[in-house]
């Protein structure tokens, strides 16, 4: 499945989260926002129920070319609206400074490359460690691949 970036933008329900992406758009550049001074990405994906496209900041986690999306949701015990969307999306498009590319989804599932991945996202967020103690479920990460 290949991602299109055209079509409706679902409105940002949260005014933080607006206000970030306000910012980066601004500035055409994910630089202009962060969170606690740490470094962000924006996926763009498309809503598995609405179709509506939707843009997620999510922190900046990278290694070799591909990066991680955590579905922490600050430790509560449900996944974020956006974990359904990556579920069914495919591909989602990545901004990351000006740079903006077309990723492949990849759910991991439980072992060594999520443990390498999982320590990747606590070492650039380390917030995250404390949100798995805060829930019963195991924090999905997702990887968000080259496509070719």
Do not use: C
């Not at 991602?3 to 992406?21: C, I, N, T, Y």
């Not at 990405?41 to 900046?60: D, E, F, W």
């Amino acid at each position: 499945m290949t991602f299109h970036a055209d079509g409706p933008v679902m409105p940002e329900k949260s005014s933080w989260v607006a206000r970030q992406l306000a910012a980066i758009d601004a500035a055409g550049d994910t630089r202009a926002a962060d969170i606690g001074g740490m470094s962000i990405i924006v996926m763009t994906m498309r809503g598995a129920r609405s179709g509506m496209l939707r843009r997620v900041p999510v922190m900046r986690v990278e290694h070799d070319g591909t990066y991680a999306a955590v579905a922490s949701k600050g430790g509560a015990p449900d996944h974020p609206v956006w974990f359904h969307n990556l579920v069914a999306a495919g591909d989602v498009l990545v901004q990351d400074g000006t740079d903006q590319v077309v990723r492949r989804v990849r759910l991991l599932e439980d072992g060594p490359e999520r443990d390498a991945w999982w320590a990747r996202a606590v070492e650039a967020f380390p917030p995250y460690a404390e949100y798995q103690t805060k829930t019963d479920r195991q924090i999905p990460v997702f990887l968000l691949e080259p496509t070719g």
